[in-house]
């Protein structure tokens, strides 16, 4: 059976302006930096980005993103498990995904990569 889905997952600073998210694309592929400190608690999370200091909470919901799309080969592969998990419009889903994504680069807490950059070469 299919979660509910929560659409205030980001548990980030309110929105912007909106123009200042990064481009997110399904081919990306996320990575963590190293000046990322993550630590779960119960079914939340707490991102600590070493370099500014600044430390952002996630809820159940958005810490489960967490946990897909950085495990994932790629956003879209994200995308599809994250859909089979939760009770939500796969439109809705992939715009808090892509904004959830989007807030974390712009503030140093993930990166994004070319799907095949950092892989290995398969000729």
Known sequence: MAAEWDAD???????????DVEMVTLADRVVVPQHV??????RESVLLNLESERYFGLDETG??????????PNVEA??????????????????????????????????????????ASTV
């Open 9 to 19: 997952c980001l548990g980030l600073p309110a929105p912007g302006n909106e123009a």
């Open 37 to 42: 400190l993550v630590r779960f608690m119960d």
């Open 63 to 72: 810490t489960r993103m967490w946990q897909v799309v950085t495990s994932a």
């Open 78 to 119: 994200a995308l599809q498990q994250l859909m089979e998990e939760y009770d939500a419009q796969p439109e809705i889903l992939r715009s808090n995904l892509t904004e959830l994504l989007g807030r974390l680069v712009e503030n140093g807490l993930l990166s994004l990569h070319a799907a095949d950059v950092g892989t």
